[in-house]
């Protein structure tokens, strides 16, 4: 039985996958332009020059998350055990967060919050 | 609650809260120039950290389940490397611009000091790991810390590629492990594996991602490329450092492995060698740059120290340790003459441009003809005692044919060492050489003591080598 439901399986794919495409062409008609020679017709042009300038500014945002996301990942493991660990864990976690908050502060100070 | 330690055991990470400190608040230390506080900030912090060494020597500080064991060899290397980062400081006041901010450049150096001295003083692969990335993603930025320079931008690249090459090389090795074994634990390797199949890969990729810290075959591309590109400082410091904490990460895999695992990591440590020797010194025969040559050379001296780690059983743990002391002193003194010569220089220091410094910096051209002695492997001085006792230590243990390559790469390596010294007493007239720094500078102080140093342990290699067993009395004592 389970061979069977497998051989389903595969033939449900391969019709989906066939089908979209064959619904999309017997529909969709073929209007050539420019847009449908890229491989993603939205978004960031795939090609670039190497010496292209990207804004970096989404990049530190987006690292400075992770100064966030590393701690809640951290505070989720201590407040399970939190009553075990006492007085201990609560001290402990306060001089990780302050680590964390060190680093944080650095990056504010050093102006990469600022967004030009 | 069996995951959570009973044995916090701060004390026995002390040094590296000390740094750890002092490089957070050196992120916020403002101001550039001689007027900075941030060179006398991280010198303090370092000092400080030495002195927490004779604290903690010969107690063997346990914590965190047996993942930190502080003992006295982590605490050699540690003051090795705590040496050699008062040298890259002494070497970076003169070589980082002066109007940049200079903290987030020695916090990032202190960074890489707590992830050695987490490597050296591990139990635990994992916690190895944890101390080799920490290591890793500060020397990343230190190579490329001077943005403006193209060829310090390139060897960042390089060396971050390769080096996360490596690190994912030496996790694969990890991995295997905890597949063979069930268990991180470095003690797992002595333990009887469940999958003994697995061992002699996973000891084999363990020690090739350790490889690339100490540039050795097949990782060593990035040595000459990052120690040209990187500020003469960072250089001086890569040079030395990440080698001394990486050859105790692997001594202790060596003292630790048993059966499958220990053929395999005796070969690996076999090839390595032999590889890194002839790469080594051949291709140093063909550099006419003074950086790049000693890039060359430090692969080769990596591979000589290579030999004493599959001969533990002959002493090899002293003669590694010994080697490792005497490479610190002659490859920082070889660097730091260099941070010397090519102060607010640009471009590269060429070899010939050494010509007649004999007769213009008598005491300069001493210390530099010293060094390249002692790398050579010339007595009175250390480099020759570091050569024998490794040697010794590989033809009592068999391992006559390595040493016999060792012995002709020696001879190689005179050529392109004792040029140095003939072009400075030799020849006249070299162009490159102006306004050398008259009178005593912190730079010139250091050198001189690691002249001393060099001269010292070639007269009394017995002490030096007692003091470097004594560290390791648990390899030392023959497996």
């Not at chain 2, 490397?81 to 890259?88: E, F, P, R």
């Amino acid at each position: 039985m389970a061979g069977l439901s497998l051989v389903f399986y595969i033939g449900l794919v391969v019709a989906t996958a066939v089908g979209i495409v064959a619904v999309s062409r017997f529909l969709g008609g073929k209007p050539l332009t420019a847009a449908k020679d890229t491989p993603y017709e939205c978004g960031m042009p795939p090609v670039e020059m190497d010496n292209a300038v990207f804004p970096v500014r989404f990049y530190k945002t987006a690292l400075l998350f992770v100064v966030f996301d590393v701690e809640i990942v951290f505070l989720f493991l201590w407040a399970l055990v939190v009553r075990d660990l006492g007085w201990f864990g609560l001290v402990e976690i306060g001089v990780f967060i302050a680590i964390l908050m060190a680093a944080f502060l650095f990056a504010w100070w050093k102006g990469d919050l600022r967004w030009e | 609650m069996a995951p959570i330690f009973q044995d916090v055991n701060l004390y026995c990470l002390l040094p590296e809260l000390v740094l750890l400190t002092g490089a957070v608040v050196l992120l916020f230390v403002r101001g550039a120039g001689r007027g900075s506080a941030a060179l006398p900030v991280a010198a303090t912090t370092v000092i400080v950290a030495l002195a927490a060494v004779p604290l903690l020597w010969g107690e063997r500080a346990v914590g965190f389940g047996g993942m930190i064991v502080k003992d006295n060899g982590a605490l050699l290397a540690q003051a090795l490397l705590l040496i050699t980062a008062l040298v890259s400081f002494a070497a970076a006041a003169d070589a980082l611009p002066e109007r940049k901010n200079n903290g987030e450049y020695y916090s990032l150096l202190l960074f890489s000091l707590v992830g050695m001295g987490i490597m050296t003083a591990a139990g635990d692969l994992l916690v190895i790991f944890l101390g080799m990335e920490i290591l890793a993603l500060s020397l990343y930025v230190l190579v490329g810390f001077l943005k403006v320079v193209r060829a310090g931008m390139e060897g960042a690249v390089k060396y971050f590629l390769l080096g996360s090459v490596a690190s994912a090389v030496f996790l694969l090795g990890l991995a295997l492990t905890y597949g063979a074994t069930g268990s991180t634990q470095l003690v797992a390797f002595t333990a009887p594996a469940t999958m003994p199949a697995l061992l002699p890969a996973a000891a084999v990729l363990l020690v090739v991602g350790l490889g690339f810290k100490i540039a050795a075959p097949p990782f060593h591309m990035w040595a000459p490329d990052v120690y040209e590109g990187a500020p003469i400082s960072v250089a001086t410091y890569i040079s030395v450092a990440p080698k001394i904490a990486a050859f105790v990460v692997l001594l202790r895999l060596a003292g630790e492995s048993a059966g499958p695992g220990r053929e395999a990591l005796t070969g690996a440590f076999v090839f390595m060698s032999v590889a890194g020797m002839a790469v080594g010194n051949l291709a140093a025969l063909r550099q006419t740059s003074l950086v790049r040559m000693l890039a060359y050379s430090g692969i080769a001296q990596a591979a000589y120290i290579l030999i004493g780690l599959p001969a533990l059983s002959a002493g090899g743990a002293a003669a590694v340790s010994f080697y490792l002391l005497v490479y610190m002193f002659m490859n920082l003194g070889a660097f730091a003459s260099l941070a010397h010569l090519s102060r607010r220089r640009t471009g590269t220091l060429r070899i010939d441009d050494l010509a007649g410094l004999a007769s213009r910096a008598p005491g300069h051209a001493f210390a530099l003809a010293v060094f390249m002695i002692a790398l050579t492997g010339i007595p009175p001085t250390g480099g020759f005692f570091a050569k024998f006792y490794v040697f010794k230590a590989g033809i009592q243990a068999g391992y006559l044919g390595v040493v016999l390559v060792a012995v002709v790469a020696t001879v190689v390596s005179c050529f392109y060492y004792l040029r140095v010294v003939m072009v400075m007493y030799g020849e006249e007239g070299g162009a490159g050489l102006r306004g050398l720094p008259a009178g005593v500078t912190m730079l010139g102080a250091a050198i001189g003591v690691m002249v001393v140093m060099t001269i010292l342990t070639g007269i009394l290699p017995e002490r030096f080598l007692q003091a470097a067993s004594a560290a390791f009395p648990l390899l030392a004592a023959g497996m």
